[in-house]
């Protein structure tokens, strides 16, 4: 029988996190497009997320990378799969299971994901070739008179579904639901809106009888929208979510995992380093799943892609632990 609490745990031992390698075939093309990288075939992705797996000393400063499920299937030059190779360095390989999002049926202007169907049967796969946790995405947009209560209640069930999918296959769920960046909104609205969807998520949660000491909780941080004209100071940012977090989550969850969404990555960075010198002491671990704030800076500069991705991992590392010094992050 799998043991949830302890790969949870594992997943973010002291000063390690997650690397969120799992964004769709479409948006990864699209990101290595706009690089000037080739994206637009699957063999072109299959190149760069080899380039991203064989990073020598990953290991160090991440527990898991989560993949998409093109991504489970792929194979280095040499034909090794890439869950193989990630297996093999001492991490954790995890799998992206929601199928992205739709509009909302009677809600303009927001979103619901899909992929329940079928997942039970999905999952049987993954844990065939040795997966070790899943995630699913909520997206929550902001802007006049939304989020709904309503909308937020839909994607706090279907999270807590897949929550309990995923720990009766043996999986440790990432639940993540992200109020996004995307709108003129204060840190403020941001806060209340992040509170309101994590207390319907953990309701949720317990209603559908999850083992909340085997998941993950991954959310946004609290920030203001990158169009307010008003941006909050690091410190300020670490005030407010880390107040956020302690109404929110449980205590017997092991770990918060933040996102980076829309954030450059040495910003992120020094977030995730504030908001871990504001919470010392807190129950559950401080840590990171960052996609963008990882594979960033390496689309921008692929000949330096290993050193880049690992500096960038160490950095995220010393900040889960509130050693972070910026003049080292060159």
Known sequence: MSDLPGTAKSLVEKGKGIFAADASPHTIGKKLMEAGIAGETEEDRRKYREVIFTTPGLEAFIGGIILHDESTRQ??????????????????????????????????????????????????????WGAKFTKWRAVIAMGENIPTRECVKANALLLARFAAISQAAGLVPVVEPEVLMDGDHSIDVCQKA???????????????????????????MVVAGKDCSKQASVEEV???????MNKIVSVRVPGIVFLSGGQEAKIATARLNAIAKAGAGASWRWAFSFERALEGPVMANMEAAHKILLHRARMNSLASLGRYNEEEDK
């Open 75 to 128: 194979k280095t030059d040499s034909g090794e799969l890439f869950v193989e190779l990630i297996k093999k360095s001492g991490i954790m390989p995890g799998v992206k299971v929601d199928g992205g999002t739709i509009d909302m049926d009677g809600f303009p202007g927001e979103k619901i994901a899909e992929g329940l169907d079928g997942l039970g049967k999905r999952l049987t796969e993954y844990v065939a």
């Open 194 to 220: 992040t509170e309101m969807v994590g207390r319907m998520v953990f309701e949720a949660l317990e209603d559908q009888r999850v083992d909340l000491a085997g998941m993950l909780y991954k959310p946004n």
């Open 238 to 244: 670490a005030e407010k979510t880390v107040e956020t």
